[in-house]
């Protein structure tokens, strides 16, 4: 187990965000929250990584683990003169060989002199899971990082990440609107509505009668028939 | 050459101060903790005590009072400023003239007797130039190196938090606690400066330098470096100035400062057109 989250309930003077939310994250688990605007998401991600703490329940992290981060749209503040290099170090001490071959791996090399506040929005979300990795986590938390790409930039993002899936073999732990996108990756999804409505499979969960009652017949006839071309072998997790 | 150690060391480090400031958008806090110095300073002649002690309790009860209220959100955090600023900044006039008018009759009350309340004014509002004693000097000498060893040490995790709040939480900094220290250096740097500037000038003698460095700068440490410049050279020809013309020093400070950072302005715009990266 590396996160475990019991009972996660937290109110707002709008009403309960999250509801008696249990949700238990396990080694190279990769799990997909998704949910629909205003679903208690973000701040799900929040308590687990510990940001926030919750008003009710208890979130229990493995001892000594580490996460990797990506907080919703990174909003680089000007004022702030930070080139890339130094952000990927802040606070970090990381070895030179790690980071270039992060540096690699995100494609983010010809960034690395560029100022923070300059860069694209698809460029700072894979500058962000650059940090994110660059903590070695053995588990990744990302709040919607595709969310400022374009179609492709999004299926570039999502085929980067399943790429640092299988060579790490660490967790991810990701909330995504490409709910059409990460079918073909992730190996759960947990369908969030302020409590979860249901969790499973990805090709089992477009068929829960809760899952056609929140996004609608459509898209889980349109799920039903996507085609799931797997090019290669997922390793079986265990533990679900 | 004595009287300008104080008003020096208080440039070097209101450069590092001055830019977390601006990066972190306190200046809104530095005013109104400067405003409620005055209270301080009137709490401090009218009970009877040293008026700097007052200030620095005055200060550090405002400080604390503003992470409180900054965390509610009934009002907008720059309307509660704006009332706790000039609220504070009222009753402290009020009261200064209150008090000189009653030590007026009390001839007992030692040095403070027989100050014009509009002197005592113009001083704490535009600074002075009278002579900071060895004492004071030393004072503010230890008070700016501590500041500058604290900000060492929390340097890389107060710029992660400023990046990112969530991020630098998500990493385990210590998020409230720093927000506390840079409140409390922020305070510490008012009522060091208070004396040399006045109430009215202490932000923007921290504020215009780093704001001109950040033209000129593409890393966390040369803005600072730059701004420390910019500091060090504004309060120099701004307190030479004063002197030589009899004028106060918090006006002729800023005036100069305030030449600084335009022609920063100018230099940035002349940069960029050589290289839009900066």
Redesign the interface.
Same mark, same amino acid.
């Given at each position: 187990m590396l996160i475990e989250g019991q009972n996660i309930t937290v109110e707002k003077e709008t009403g309960r965000i999250l509801d008696n939310v249990s949700l238990r994250i396990d080694e190279k688990d990769f799990l997909t929250i998704v949910g629909p605007n205003g679903a208690g998401k973000t701040m799900l991600l929040k308590c687990l990584v510990g940001v926030l703490s919750p008003d009710s329940g208890q979130v229990t992290h493995k001892p000594s683990l580490s996460i990797g981060y990506m907080p919703q749209s990174m909003e680089i503040d000007p004022v702030l003169p930070l080139s890339v290099r130094r952000f990927l170090s802040l606070n970090l001490s990381i070895k030179a060989d790690f980071l270039s071959e992060i540096v690699n791996e995100t494609d983010i090399a010809m960034l690395l002199d560029r100022q923070m506040h300059n860069l694209s929005g698809g460029e700072i979300q894979r500058v962000m899971l650059a940090r994110a990795l660059a903590r070695d986590p053995d588990l990744l938390i990302l709040d919607e990082p595709a969310q400022n790409l374009d179609i492709s930039g999004q299926l570039e993002f999502y085929k980067l990440l399943e790429r640092i899936y299988h060579n790490r073999q660490k967790a991810i732990l990701m909330v995504s609107h490409d709910l059409h996108l990460v079918m073909a990756s992730t190996k759960k999804v947990v369908c969030l509505y302020h409590h979860v409505c249901c969790s499973g499979a990805p090709q089992a969960i477009t068929r829960d009668p809760e899952f056609i009652s929140i996004f609608g017949d459509d898209l889980s006839k349109m799920m039903a028939v996507y085609p799931h071309e797997h090019d290669h072998d997922h390793v079986t997790g265990e533990g679900h | 050459m004595s009287a300008l150690i104080a008003p020096l060391v208080l440039a070097v480090i209101a450069g590092p101060v001055g830019c977390l400031i @601006?990066?972190r958008?306190m200046a809104y806090f530095g005013d109104a903790i400067a405003h409620s110095a005055l209270l301080g300073v009137a709490l401090g002649l009218f009970i009877g005590f040293a008026p700097n002690i007052g200030v620095a309790l005055i200060c550090a009860i405002f400080a604390v009072l503003l992470v409180y209220l900054q965390h509610r959100r009934k009002l907008s955090i720059d309307t509660l400023l704006g009332i706790l600023a000039h609220g504070a900044l009222a009753f402290g006039l009020l009261l200064v003239f209150w008090s000189a008018l009653e030590t007026g009759h009390d001839t007992h009350n030692g040095a403070n007797h027989n100050i014009d309340p509009h002197t005592l004014l113009e001083i704490y509002l535009l600074g002075s130039l009278e002579n900071i004693s060895m004492n004071q000097n030393i004072i503010l000498i230890v008070g700016a190196s501590l500041i500058a060893i604290i900000l060492k040490l929390i340097w %890389?995790?107060l @710029? #992660?938090m *400023? #990046?990112?709040i969530? #991020?630098? =939480?998500? %990493?385990g900094?210590p998020t409230l606690r720093l927000q506390y220290i840079m409140m409390g250096i922020m305070t510490a740097l008012v009522v060091m400066g208070l004396q040399i500037t006045g109430v009215l000038f202490i932000t923007s003698l921290l504020i215009m330098p780093a704001a001109a460095a =950040?033209q000129i700068? *593409? *890393?966390?440490e040369?803005?600072i470096l730059w701004a420390i410049i910019f500091a060090f050279s504004g309060v120099l020809t701004g307190y030479l100035a004063s002197h030589e013309a009899h004028l106060p020093p918090g006006p002729s400070i800023v005036s100069a400062l305030t030449i600084i950072f335009i022609i920063s302005l100018l230099i940035s715009v002349f940069l960029r057109r050589k290289n839009p =990266? @900066?």
């Open positions: - | @601006i990066w958008r %890389e995790p @710029i #992660l *400023t #990046l990112n969530d #991020l630098a =939480r998500a %990493e900094v =950040r700068s *593409t *890393t966390p040369k803005m =990266r @900066i």
